[in-house]
Each structure stands twice: as C-alpha cells, then as structure tokens.
C-alpha cells in the first residue's frame, strides 16, 4: 500500500487542477503585477484580479474587500493587530477563545503586553462556543470578537451566524479565522456578519505560503494599521511584490473548493462515519473529540484508553495522522486544545487526529482501520495499565509509587 495521507488539516496537495493554472505564471506571463507601463506588468495584473473575484465570490465578499497575504498566520496578524492599531483608542479590549489556533493566540498575547486586555472565553466540552458567552463578555471598550469558523483538531464549528449578529448588535468588529471552514461548509460574510475572514490555499488544495485577508469596506468600513509596510501594494493594507503563481493558484483553489463542496463534503462525511463504525466495531475503551453535530465533514479526533499517541502513530507507519501530543523537543506537552475542552493528560496523550481530504480513497479508509485495530491490539497486549484495566482495577484509584 502506498503511504496514505490523513493529515489535511495540516496542509493538502496542490490539485493538479490547480497546478496547471498556476503553470503559465512562472514562465511566460511572469511580469510584475504592480508593473504599469508594459503588457508583462498588465498579464499579471489581470490575473491576480481574477483570482480576486474567486475568492471573493468563495465567501460573498466584494473584490475590492480582499487583501492577499502569504497565509492563515499572517492574515490572523494582519486582522487582529491591524484592528488594534487602528481602534486603541475607541477601546483595548479583545475577545477570543483558548483553543484558537496558535496563529491567533500568539498575536492576542502579544497584545496583553502592550496594555490590551484580552477575554479568553472557555468552550464546552465539544469544543463550541455557545453565542450567549460571547454576548455576556462584551464590554462598552470592547474593539474585536475573534473566534475560528471551525477548529483544525476537531472539527467543531462555532454559530458563527449568531456570533456575527451578536457583534453587529453591539457594534464590535468580527474576525473569523476561516482556513479549516473555507470549502467544507457554506461562508457568507454577509448573511453571518462578518467583518474579517482569514484563508489560506494550502489547506484548499491550493499552494503554500499564500492566502486571503477578506476586511469589510461598507457597514462598516474596517479600518487597519498594516503589520507591513512598503510599496503600498493591496491599497497599503500589505505591501510587498505579489506572489502571481501563487494567487492564481489560490483562486482556482478557491473556485474548485466552492465548486466541489455540496458533492464532497457528503462524500467525505460517509469516509468518516465508515472510519468511525469501523473502529468501533474492533476495538472497546475508545472515544470520540469534538461536537457530533456542528462539525466539518472530514475531521475525526479519537482517544485510544490505555495507548500512546506517540506510539500509536509509530505502528501505523505509512499512515499520515496528527497525535494530540506535540512530541517537541524537550517537552511532551498534550494538546492544548484537548486539554482546552477538559480531555485530561492521560486521554489527550492518546489521541488521534484523522483529517480525511479530496484524495481520500475507501480503500485507504479501509486499510486504515486495519492498521489501526492491529496496532491497538497490540499496544494494549503489552500495556499492564490495560490488563489491570481488565481485571477491573480502578485506575484513578491506584496510589503510584513515586520516587
Ligand atoms: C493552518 C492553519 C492556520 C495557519 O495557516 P498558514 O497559512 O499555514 O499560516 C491558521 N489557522 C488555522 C485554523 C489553521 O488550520
């Protein structure tokens, strides 16, 4: 078998729909869009206003509404340091979750150094927001909601609608980091109230190092302080020469995403109910991460009791998967965001992010579940935690000897 890849959330091939589209831009039609005196210059220009418009119409947003950035990181930056440059003195204070991606976390706890103040709102145990929170924690120097569309680790979708006209109705601005939900579930900025949306193509089948920053330019115009400074390229929102190939290729992206998502999400939504049923059908003592109901398609998060992630991961070789444990260098840290919904260190330890994607086969669905049973099977076989769990010991019972 060849390898199988079930890492998606993590990045995904360029389709080869894709690629092609791209092709042209690194060869012949290679001009600078911001060239304005010849036709190499005007080439490259048209095509970055294409791709404009795609991934405008991706989310209902207006082209002149979108900004290109080299990604998620930088976008989520650019929206959330850009909104507190420019709104300080209406207010210094900012509302996100703990279980954001770290692209988000970072630039808000750089922001509690510089004297905002930040509400870290906690989700349920499926990892969800519940609207009234976000609604409780708003404050008359409230600036910025930031809250992700739907969670790389497990999938859960925030009520993004209602959280928009929550925002609305009290006149704060609404960031959305949208790279998980784009292409998976419907986005409309303008039926959800969002005023800043951040995408990146290379988790759309799209390119690395490129993405989107969609901002609001009516009801209301959304003013930011750019994070770079330079030629004023984007109208001075983000300067820097254009990556063309790259935006081409985040366009077709964007349009093959949008064109494929009714068909592919249903598609991928049986793979994961399969991987799911399959698993259970074998192996007892495992459980599910994440909100059974609100949930993209493609994302299963599962605690195997009594095994390592690490370990786990290890007798799957060949099989590309995410573990909850960020096997770092000198730390074995679980995952926050396991920890961030009340998984405890043990459970987080083994658990088991499969993000499935347009390539995705029955076949390598199948011949996962095989491996995985196996390799469970046998992990448990070696593991006296197991077999005094099966002897019916009590395993938050037993007093550790420590050293
Ligand atoms: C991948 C990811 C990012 C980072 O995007 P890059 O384009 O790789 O910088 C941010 N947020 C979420 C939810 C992601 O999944």
Request: hydrophobic letters at 40%; proline letters at 3%.
């Amino acid at each position: 078998m060849k390898p199988v890849y079930l890492d998606n959330n993590a990045t995904t091939p360029v389709d080869p729909r894709v690629l092609e589209a791209m092709l042209p831009y690194f060869r012949g039609s290679f001009g600078n869009a911001a060239s304005r005196n010849h036709s190499f210059g005007w080439e490259a220009e048209k095509a970055v206003e294409t791709a404009r418009d795609q991934v405008a119409t991706a989310i209902n947003a207006n082209s002149k509404e979108i900004v290109w950035t080299s990604g998620s990181t930088e976008g989520n930056n650019a929206a959330i340091q850009g909104v507190a440059g420019m709104y300080a003195e209406k207010g210094k204070h900012i509302i996100t979750c703990t279980i954001e991606h770290k692209a988000v976390i970072d630039p808000c706890k750089w922001l509690e150094t510089q004297g905002f103040e930040v509400t870290w709102l906690e989700p349920d145990s499926t990892g969800r927001i519940h609207v009234e929170r976000v609604a409780e924690a708003i404050r008359a120097d409230t600036i910025l909601v930031s809250l992700m569309f739907a969670n790389n680790e497990l999938g859960t979708l925030h009520p993004i609608a209602e959280i928009g006209a929550v925002c609305k109705g009290k006149g704060v601005l609404f960031h959305t980091d949208a790279t998980q939900a784009l292409g998976k579930v419907p986005i409309d900025v303008e039926k959800m109230g969002i005023d800043l949306l951040t995408m990146s193509a290379h988790k759309i089948y799209g390119p690395k190092g490129v993405g989107a920053m969609y901002a609001r330019r009516r009801r209301p115009r959304v003013r930011l302080r750019p994070i770079i400074y330079g030629g004023g390229h984007e109208r001075g929102m983000r300067s820097g020469t254009l990556n063309v190939p790259g935006i081409v290729g985040c366009g077709a992206a964007a349009t093959l995403a949008l064109q494929e998502m009714a068909v592919e999400s249903v598609r991928l939504a049986g793979l994961r109910d399969r991987l799911w049923a399959g698993l259970r059908e074998h192996l007892t003592d495992i459980t599910f991460n994440g909100n059974t109901q609100h949930r993209l398609a493609n994302t299963l998060n599962v605690s195997f009791l009594y095994v390592e992630g690490e370990s786990l991961m290890m007798g799957i070789e060949g099989i590309a998967v995410s573990s909850g444990s960020a096997c770092t260098s000198a730390s074995l840290e679980p995952s926050y965001v396991l920890k961030g919904i009340g998984v405890g260190d043990d459970l987080a330890h083994s658990s088991i992010r499969f993000s499935l994607g347009r390539f995705t086969t029955e076949e390598e669905i199948d011949y996962t579940i095989e491996r995985v049973v196996k390799t469970v099977d046998h992990l448990r076989a070696m593991s006296p935690l197991y077999e005094m769990a099966q002897e019916g010991v009590d395993l938050s019972k037993v007093q550790w000897a420590t050293h």
